[in-house]
């Protein structure tokens, strides 16, 4: 569930771990969003709750505090036996989830980078070659609409 739930919404594993209360923020249409201030890059990141997360918010009451926490360490040992156990064989640490959002949002949203910037929290659009790759299928879908 962590890490379904960072896949979902961007947050690194310290930001997920240190999430309070006041990170949280309900919009005049009810959405709920995650705006914190990320140390790292000295920006804000901002990521409404999607589907996906907002299910995995509701099994553990709608209460942050009630979200799961263990150690990053622990948490990769976990990722990597599931990983075996579902016969996938690539090297997967608790950061591929912050990549997974990323690559998701590019091939399968088309979100543009400035907007994938805003809600991964980052300065600028550099670190999006180190964490996304365009598809073939992407550019295909994009180029020959």
């Not at 799961?68 to 608790?94: D, G, V």
Request: aromatic content about 12%; hydrophobic content about 30%; charged content about 30%.
């Amino acid at each position: 569930d962590i890490y379904r739930f960072c896949a979902e919404t961007s947050l690194s594993f310290i930001d997920y771990n240190t999430l309070t209360e006041d990170d949280f923020v309900i919009d005049s249409d009810e959405t709920i969003w995650i705006k914190l201030g990320r140390d790292k890059t000295d920006t804000r990141q901002r990521v409404p709750l999607n589907e996906k997360a907002m299910n995995i918010f509701k099994r553990y009451g709608s209460d942050i505090y009630s979200l799961p926490k263990m150690s990053n360490t622990k948490l990769n040992k976990y990722i990597k036996e599931i990983a075996k156990k579902a016969k996938i064989n690539k090297y997967l640490t608790f950061h591929t989830s912050r990549k997974s959002f990323v690559d998701h949002g590019i091939n399968e949203l088309d979100l543009p980078e400035s907007t994938i910037q805003a809600m991964v929290g980052w300065k600028d659009s550099r670190q999006l070659s180190r964490y996304a790759r365009v598809k073939d299928s992407t550019i295909k879908k994009q180029f020959l609409k």
